[in-house]
């Protein structure tokens, strides 16, 4: 099964657009491609149990960490204005393909 593109791209600024932590902002830490889903810093984040094991006999314990959000939650934060906003391509001066916001018309830098 082919994987499609994403227009949402590891230390991206996103913004959520439904669910729990609507309105939330975070950088995204990973992407996963074929269950299209993100893991954004600060959003979504569960409570895990973790047993002590043998090679880690403190590690027990309750720890908060993030789960993955899926991408159509998501929208990229504009630079300029803080807003949701869409992402296009074009080709700048170098011609060279790059991400730009549809609301402001800035380029999204990649990374």
């Known amino acids: 099964m082919a994987t499609k593109k994403l227009h ?11 669910g729990d ?3 939330k902002t975070g950088k995204v830490l990973s992407v996963d491609l074929e269950k299209e889903r ?9 409570t895990k149990h973790n047993k002590p094991t043998a090679n880690n006999p ?5 720890v908060k960490k993030e789960a993955a959000i899926h991408v ?8 300029t204005s803080g807003k949701p906003t869409r992402i296009g391509k074009k080709e700048d001066k170098s011609g060279k393909k790059v991400r730009y916001a549809k609301k402001s018309g800035e380029v999204i830098k990649n990374g």
């Open 8 to 18: 949402i791209r590891r230390d991206d600024t996103v913004i959520v657009i439904s």
């Open 21 to 23: 932590d609507k309105g």
């Open 38 to 46: 993100a893991i954004v810093e600060g959003i979504n984040v569960v």
């Open 58 to 62: 403190q590690g027990g314990g309750i």
């Open 72 to 79: 159509s939650k998501l929208m990229h934060v504009d630079p």
